[in-house]
């Protein structure tokens, strides 16, 4: 059986806004890296790649700057993902055994996943999934009525330059770091899974690594809007550490170490900026900020200081969520602090209240905005005194019509995208306050507007979140 895709372009999903303003064009061939100004605090993340051109409204954000921060991630640090659109993927499961297999361009490439499943998982009643690699606590996550899905990691792409396994064997030759291979291995994990795991709800996902497969985990929840929830856990530079201010915990990972101990994770233009990184237009923030408007949670513990969790916990993350709350979405990015060193398997137990918010929408008390025994540091983020007027939160009301809407991918090569078309719920003239575009509209517990501003629809995703597309 193959499997059939829905292809969009972000063009053509952004076209009636586009048609209204056009997008700043992205400088054409991108720039190199000793041409960019030398910038020793966060990179202004609603600015453009020309320097001067900002962000103005949230329509421009989704169909501009988003998908241009996507597509120059590919060519700085990740290189280019793989067009998925010319891949045909297959899947074949034996007991909680998944055999894929993905064909492209006259070559096959192959690996295989195992499903643990949940008590009471049935088709009648599918289970939010985690996919992971690496080591992982199953029982927290099973216990809490959530299957994980686990591959060899190393089967997708060996953590070496040894060009074998089952995305090189279709892409050997291409300059695509191991980071974006490993998380084509996740995307291909959740197709095996829309087509022969029923008792998995495919549209509460969530995609977990530690250490450099906490990287590609943030690599995968990037490239892939299918991805509900991203959980890196410990993941450091290339990862959600910042590449500025890399020395904040005492120890020090930084751009060139990492190149030098592992070039192969990033492409070879990432390279470049080894011993200029202060010339890099983004930072880790900047990634996380892209992830927006699905869910992100960051596992870092106080005993780590070789990944920075101090830097991630008070640069990175307040950093990103000022995008998250001028998206209006703040609650959607969580920091998960915790005692103990890298890669500690509390670390999964850390983030389940977040995860268990976002898949079943469980109450929780836990702060996950708490960065004890850390400050926030403002100063590395200037440009927090002039981000663009946020957008109202109540708007006169209007009457828009019922539309079918759709969770993307960011397959991007930099245009191919899978989509999932859902049912929408129709918004009607009302008094009271009304949810910007972007913004969640409904969901078990939502108890926020429920109708959409003009010229947007409030659009069941599942039974926990719906939102203004």
Same mark, same amino acid.
């Given at each position: 059986m193959l499997f059939s895709f829905v292809t969009w372009t972000l063009l053509s999903l952004a076209a009636p806004i586009l048609a209204q303003a056009a997008c700043p064009a992205t400088p054409s061939p991108f720039p190199k890296a000793a041409t960019f100004p030398t910038i020793t605090t966060?990179?202004?993340?609603?600015?453009?790649?020309?320097?001067?051109?900002?962000?103005?409204?949230?329509?421009?954000?989704?169909?501009?700057?988003?998908?241009?921060?996507?597509?120059?991630?590919?060519?700085?640090?990740?290189?280019?993902?793989?067009?998925?659109?010319?891949?045909?993927?297959?899947?074949?499961?034996?007991?909680?055994?998944?055999?894929?297999?993905?064909?492209?361009?006259?070559?096959?490439?192959?690996?295989?996943?195992?499903?643990?499943?949940?008590?009471?998982?049935?088709?009648?009643?599918?289970?939010?999934?985690?996919?992971?690699?690496?080591g992982i606590d199953n029982n927290v996550y099973l216990n809490a009525g959530i299957a994980v899905v686990t591959f060899d990691y190393t089967a997708v792409a060996p953590d070496s330059n040894t060009k074998t396994?089952?995305?090189?064997?279709?892409?050997?030759?291409?300059?695509?770091?191991?980071?974006?291979?490993?998380?084509?291995?996740?995307?291909?994990?959740?197709?095996?899974?829309?087509?022969?795991?029923?008792?998995?709800?495919?549209?509460?996902?969530?995609?977990?690594?530690?250490?450099?497969?906490?990287?590609?985990? #943030?690599?995968?929840? $990037?490239?892939?809007?299918?991805? =509900?929830? @991203?959980?890196?856990?410990? *993941?450091?530079?290339?990862?959600?550490?910042?590449?500025?201010?890399?020395?904040?915990s005492g120890q020090d990972e930084t751009l060139e170490n990492s190149k030098a101990g592992a070039p192969w994770w990033s492409d070879s233009t990432l390279g470049t900026f080894v011993n200029q990184s202060e010339r890099l237009p983004y930072d880790a923030h900047t990634i996380a900020a892209a992830i927006a408007p699905r869910h992100l949670i960051i596992d870092q513990g106080t005993g780590d200081p070789y990944t920075n969790s101090k830097g991630t916990a008070i640069v990175v993350f307040p950093a990103a969520k000022l995008v998250y709350r001028w998206l209006g979405i703040e609650t959607r990015i969580g920091m998960a602090i915790r005692?103990?060193?890298?890669?500690?398997?509390?670390?999964?137990?850390?983030? #389940?209240?977040?995860? $268990?918010?976002?898949?079943?929408? =469980?109450? @929780?008390?836990?702060?996950? *905005?708490?960065?004890?025994?850390w400050t926030e540091m403002k100063e590395a983020y200037p440009w927090a005194s002039s981000i663009p007027a946020a957008p109202s939160t109540t708007a006169t009301a209007s009457t828009s019509s019922t539309t079918a809407g759709a969770s993307t991918t960011f397959a991007t090569t930099p245009s191919s995208t899978t989509t999932t078309t859902t049912t929408s719920t129709t918004t009607s003239s009302a008094a009271g306050p009304q949810q910007t575009k972007w913004g969640q509209c409904g969901g078990n517990g939502w108890t926020g507007p429920t109708i959409c501003v003009a010229g947007s629809t409030c659009t069941k995703q599942n039974e926990w979140y719906s939102q203004c597309i």
């Open positions: 966060l990179p202004d993340p609603f600015t453009y790649l020309d320097g001067t051109t900002r962000v103005k409204s949230l329509d421009e954000w989704y169909t501009c700057r988003q998908p241009e921060i996507v597509k120059f991630l590919q060519e700085y640090q990740y290189g280019y993902y793989p067009d998925h659109s010319l891949e045909t993927v297959t899947a074949t499961r034996n007991g909680n055994t998944l055999s894929i297999s993905v064909s492209a361009g006259g070559k096959t490439g192959q690996f295989s996943a195992s499903i643990l499943l949940p008590s009471g998982a049935t088709s009648a009643n599918p289970a939010p999934v985690i996919i992971a690699i690496g396994g089952a995305f090189w064997s279709l892409y050997n030759g291409r300059d695509i770091g191991t980071l974006a291979a490993w998380a084509w291995g996740f995307h291909r994990v959740l197709d095996a899974l829309e087509m022969r795991a029923p008792e998995i709800d495919s549209k509460l996902v969530g995609v977990t690594g530690c250490s450099r497969l906490g990287k590609a985990a #943030l690599a995968a929840g $990037l490239f892939d809007t299918r991805i =509900t929830v @991203t959980m890196p856990m410990s *993941s450091g530079i290339q990862g959600l550490g910042p590449y500025r201010y890399h020395a904040l005692s103990g060193g890298h890669c500690d398997l509390s670390g999964y137990a850390n983030v #389940l209240p977040f995860v $268990l918010q976002v898949f079943k929408g =469980t109450p @929780t008390s836990r702060n996950y *905005s708490d960065l004890s025994p």
